[in-house]
Nanobody
């Protein structure tokens, strides 16, 4: 059974940093495109960043320059380093994996697998 499990969320103050991790089991994800999405209270889930198997990355404008997505081993396929956090970054953050070959991975429909999410709360 394929499973993605996020960790690393928590309560921090504005300006602080956090690193989220996504652990995978059930199959190898090193050839997948991996991404992070987030969902704030009362809002739709939105794209944050993705990283292709080649290492190329793409970010939402709202996090560009502050967040960094990276990937390591097959067991922990993706990380999200978040710097200079703002209260607007408060959300549940989800890890996602895509086995499709697409020109863009911004849409939720691009992804086959999802984690359960980890809460990030940024106080002002």
């Amino acid at each position: 059974q394929v499973q993605l499990v996020e960790s690393g969320g928590g309560l921090v103050q504005a300006g602080d940093s956090l690193r989220l991790s996504c652990a995978a089991s059930g199959r190898t994800f090193n050839t997948y495109t991996m991404a992070w999405f987030r969902q704030a209270p009362g809002k739709e889930r939105q794209f944050v960043a993705f990283i292709k198997w080649s290492g190329s990355t793409y970010y939402a404008d709202s996090v560009k320059g502050r967040f960094t997505i990276s990937r390591d081993s097959a067991k922990n396929p993706v990380y999200l380093r978040m710097n200079s956090l703002k209260p607007d970054d408060t959300a549940v953050y989800y890890c996602a994996a895509s086995l499709y070959s697409l020109s863009s991975y911004i849409s939720e429909s691009s992804y086959n697998y999802w984690g359960q999410g980890t809460q990030v709360t940024v106080s002002s």
